[in-house]
């Protein structure tokens, strides 16, 4: 906990999909132990299940689909997570069962799938584990998409992120209601700028060097301050601007 003492931040795990209860109820115990006074710590389990570009994400459709959650694989998966989770996050409650007011227990869906959320949440007695939704608010990952592929124009580019950064916010007003309807905090896990074109880095690193990307982040937090309000986890990267982004 050397880290959150000398930041003064909270801490946030993800637990391992594949980590054994003993795993899972000893690592937990740790945190309880060590987390300094006036800390919470947020816990959730795995990184983006929901994402198809991820291993575990693979392995949860199969278990979800042997279990027979669903017959579509998509909700097989969402399903598997909810249930998995309910009981990764019950290991934690019981552990912190005497300070629950230190514990944040997180879900995670896609953000542009409000659905999703719907249905982690609703599927049995998930909610019930879980103290807070969490998608990742990004904006500006569809500037080069479809019929927009190849614009250069960067004053057109930082026009349409200004609607962009509206749009994001609209869609985080919708997972933020479905949270509501639960009783649950809505909570971003992952945010900032998703800007990527593997074919003009280049012109990536225009866009985020720019003073107007500047501009950008204070609307971007203001609204999401004034509409959303709950932690928003800014995504820093310390690797070089690439293909895969900035």
Known sequence: MTLVRETGTDPWFTMPWNADDD?????????????????TVYVELANEVWNPGFAVS?????????????????EAKLR????????????????FKATPSRLVRVVATQHVSPWSAETVLG????AKSVDALATAPYFGHSTFSGERAAIA??????????????????????N???????????????????????NNVPLVVAINRDPRM????????STWNAKVGDTLALFASTSPISSFGA
């Open 123 to 126: 599927f049995r007695d998930t």
């Open 80 to 95: 598997r997570y909810a249930e998995k989770s309910a009981h990764v996050l019950g290991i934690w409650t019981d552990v």
């Open 23 to 39: 795993y899972i109820r000893r690592f937990a115990t740790i945190v309880r132990d060590t987390l300094p006074a006036g800390h």
């Open 58 to 74: 693979r392995q949860a459709q199969q278990e979800g689909l042997a279990e027979g959650l669903s017959t579509n694989p998509h």
């Open 214 to 221: 500047y501009g950008l982040y204070k609307k971007y937090i």
């Open 153 to 174: 124009d960067i004053d057109a580019i930082f026009a349409y992120l200004d609607g962009e950064i509206d749009t994001t916010i609209s869609q985080a007003q919708q």
């Open 176 to 198: 933020k209601a479905i949270a509501s309807r639960f009783g649950k905090r809505y909570i971003a896990y992952e945010a900032g700028q998703h800007i990527i074109n593997a």
